[in-house]
């Protein structure tokens, strides 16, 4: 059975930093990558940030890059994203799922591609 779980989330004021971490269990596929992902209210899916099992895949969204980073432990099979000077743009509910690894180890961050996903973690910047 393969699970996802976020923690980390909270509220935070502008220009403050939150850690999220999601961990994994089981084996979604043989290599694969994890996304983090968002949603504010009344709008759609966005993905922010992924990283390939192996290390490489890593790829952030324009809104996150430069503030976001997004490293794995793969002794305790979590991925984090350390976030840094936050906005009240970024207030969201963060998720993060498992996603197949595509050629030479690449992630993608296309929503539909990933399943399966966690339950979601609150972040509130004002």
């Known amino acids: 059975h393969v699970q996802l779980v976020e923690s980390g989330g909270g509220s935070v004021q502008a220009g403050g930093s939150l850690a999220l971490s999601c961990e994994v269990s089981?084996?979604?596929?043989?290599?694969?990558?994890v996304g983090w992902f968002r949603q504010a209210p009344g709008k759609k899916r966005e993905g922010i940030a992924s990283?390939?099992?192996?290390?490489?895949?890593?790829l952030y969204a324009d809104s996150v890059k430069g503030r976001f980073t997004v490293s794995q432990d793969t002794a305790k099979n979590t991925v984090h994203l350390h976030m840094n000077n936050l906005k009240p743009e970024d207030t969201a509910m963060y998720y993060c799922?498992?996603?197949?690894?595509?050629?030479?180890?690449?992630?993608?961050?296309?929503?539909?591609?990933?399943?399966?996903w966690g339950q979601g973690t609150q972040v509130t910047v004002s």
């Open positions: 990283i390939h099992t192996s290390g490489d895949g890593i």
């Open positions: 089981g084996h979604p596929y043989d290599q694969y990558c």
């Open positions: 799922a498992a996603g197949p690894s595509r050629y030479g180890g690449s992630c993608l961050l296309s929503p539909p591609l990933y399943s399966p």
